[in-house]
């Protein structure tokens, strides 16, 4: 009787530690497969996003990525992304080739920012903020876009 308790003890030691070795194993799955899951998000944005062909940026400036596909290089700007929000409008006419291509952008003369708020106005707290060009050749350019930007609420 007394070596069948201390079968059975070592037998119920062994069944524990089995058990824990088989949750431990679970875990590291579920953490590999969290830690996957995570790569392949950041990995989605980053390629839908265009970042993974932008061009490198020049000082003073920042890049923005919109849902549209609107891609803008915002050149000699301050970066107010904390306190408002930025709304890519695309131009309209621009070809099928050029939509993924990032744009630089500049702020607007002050015969551009009436003539574009004569057709495009979004209320209160709007502000435009830039215009966006693509340079294709020597001598053309596509009119991209242009960026507002509403305070974050």
Do not use: H, Q
């Not at 119920?12 to 996957?36: A, C, E, M, Q, S």
């Amino acid at each position: 009787m007394a070596e069948d308790k201390g079968l059975s003890n070592i037998l119920r030691n062994l069944y524990d530690n089995i058990v824990t070795i088989k949750k431990v194993l679970i875990l590291k799955k579920l953490f590999g497969i969290i830690i996957i899951m995570i790569i392949g998000y950041f990995g989605y944005i980053y390629i839908e996003g265009g970042y993974y062909k932008r061009p490198e940026l020049p000082k003073n400036s920042f890049s923005i990525s919109f849902k549209n596909g609107f891609r803008a290089i915002m050149v000699n700007m301050t970066d107010e992304r904390l306190e408002r929000n930025y709304i890519g409008v695309p131009s309209l006419d621009v070809p099928f080739w050029a939509k993924d291509a990032w744009s630089y952008c500049k702020r607007p003369t002050k015969k551009e920012k009436r003539k574009i708020l004569k057709k495009i106005n979004l209320g209160v707290g709007s502000r435009l903020e830039a215009i966006c060009k693509i340079k294709v050749d020597k001598d053309t350019i596509i009119n991209r876009g242009v960026v507002f930007s509403v305070p974050a609420l």
